[in-house]
């Protein structure tokens, strides 16, 4: 089925340990986010790409950092995971270059930091 | 500031009951309206949006939202609920660029 895959689902990590998660999408679209999610927080953007070659810092940037390595991958890098960044945290695309076009968002990945 | 917000934490109704979950914005122009929702250990899916026109709009799945210009509202509704609508429902609105604000969530609970 056409959409968004993130690898991996699962992951612990130690503090001070690094580690990439990664983001595809097959839908052709030209935008895509990394959100996370906390409990009672809804979601917060961490950063987002609006097309290949771009990124840009989103509401909760601090200890992250990404890559749009083609249209298609967009991958997030914790260079030294801290406790704080425990969190599901989940991949989007969209279609439009708009925030008017609605999400696809793949099935997130749950990150504890220990 | 531009917010969103779902009064309600969670919500506990009974199979085959209408169902109306409550969203309030605060963004000054008129924005980009969604409703999504979340099974559990799974991604977001796009249930239905708002742009423009037509303030009653239709999304997958037998919900329907109304945008109120004059409360500031876009609260997502069912007719009759089915046990598998249990999930979590998120509101968000989209305020122009890339940008998209996410409400914190209404757990529904659908009871036999």
């Known amino acids: 089925n056409a959409g968004v895959t993130q690898t991996p689902k699962f992951q612990v990590l130690k503090t001070g340990q690094s580690m990439t998660l990664q983001c595809a999408q097959d839908?052709?679209?030209?935008?895509m986010y990394w959100y996370r999610q906390d409990p009672g927080m809804g979601l917060r953007l961490i950063y987002y790409?609006?097309?290949?070659?771009?990124?840009d810092k989103g509401e909760v940037p601090n200890g992250y950092n990404v890559s749009r390595l083609n249209k298609r991958e967009f991958s997030l890098r914790l260079e030294s995971a801290a406790p704080s960044q425990t969190s599901v945290y989940f991949c989007?695309?969209?279609?439009?270059?708009?925030?008017?076009?609605?999400?696809?968002f793949g099935s997130g990945t749950r990150l504890t930091v220990v | 500031a531009q917010s969103v917000t779902q009064p309600d934490i969670h919500i506990t109704v009974s199979e085959g009951a209408s169902l109306e979950l409550r969203c309030n914005y605060s963004?000054?122009?008129?924005?980009?309206l969604f409703w999504y929702v979340q099974s559990p250990g799974q991604g977001l899916q796009l249930l239905l949006k708002?742009?423009?026109?037509?303030?009653l709009v239709q999304g997958i799945k037998g919900f329907e939202a109304e945008f109120k210009r004059s409360q500031s509202s876009f609260n997502l509704r069912k007719p009759s609920v089915h046990w598998s609508d249990a999930a979590e429902y998120f509101c968000?609105?989209?305020?122009?660029?890339?940008?998209?604000?996410f409400g914190a969530g209404t757990r529904l609970f659908v009871k036999a």
């Open positions: 839908m052709n679209h030209n935008s």
């Open positions: 989007a695309s969209s279609e439009g270059d708009l925030s008017s076009s609605g999400y696809t």
């Open positions: 790409s609006a097309s290949e070659g771009t990124t």
């Open positions: 708002y742009f423009s026109g037509d303030t």
């Open positions: 968000a609105v989209g305020t122009g660029g890339f940008k998209t604000i």
């Open positions: 963004y000054g122009a008129t924005p980009y």
